[in-house]
């Protein structure tokens, strides 16, 4: 879908920014994912790249997927798995600019300025389902804790500055 339409910028429906889309580094063309799992690979919860990228990522998933058994550990294949094993098997296929958070140490933790000075170098909060069971929460109640931690890291953080208008610049 993303080829089709001219490529650009994609995310799950769990990621809540807590920056402007101008905060994001742009890759240019680049096939970029901006969430990573240490020295795994990419988490596909908000990616970009041109129509030609995405175009050439969707062939490199499903090649690898027809050339390669998934490991027995995994009960089912999705993009998630397909992102990580291709970055092990191929490293470079695609550039990470780790700039998504993960709720997980948000949730569980009370809010303290050293949370702020954590949360300065990401553009957006990624609220996965793991990290949501994980942390005594429903997985239905993402959308409330997504509202409630993205309003309290803008309001406590001051992160989200307004950009200049083009009738004040």
């Known amino acids: ?100 958070g993960q709720v997980k140490n948000l949730m569980s933790r009370p809010f303290t300025k050293r949370t702020c000075k954590k949360m300065q170098k990401f553009v957006a909060l990624h609220f996965c389902h793991a990290d949501t069971a994980n942390s005594g929460h429903q997985i239905i109640e993402r959308p409330l804790l997504a509202r409630h931690y993205a309003g309290v890291v803008q309001s406590q953080c001051n992160l989200y500055k307004s950009e200049p208008s083009a009738e004040h610049a």
């Open 1 to 100: 879908a993303m080829a089709t339409t001219g490529g650009g910028f994609m995310s799950d429906y769990d990621v809540f920014p807590i920056k402007p889309a101008s905060a994001i580094a742009s890759a240019g063309d680049n096939f970029t994912v901006y969430d990573e799992v240490p020295n795994n690979g990419g988490i596909p919860s908000l990616m970009s790249g041109s129509a030609n990228e995405w175009l050439r990522m969707a062939h490199e998933i499903l090649d690898y997927a027809f050339e390669t058994e998934p490991p027995e550990a995994y009960q089912a294949w999705s993009d998630f798995l397909a992102l990580m094993e291709l970055n092990k098997a191929k490293p470079g296929t695609y550039i990470i600019n780790d700039v998504v």
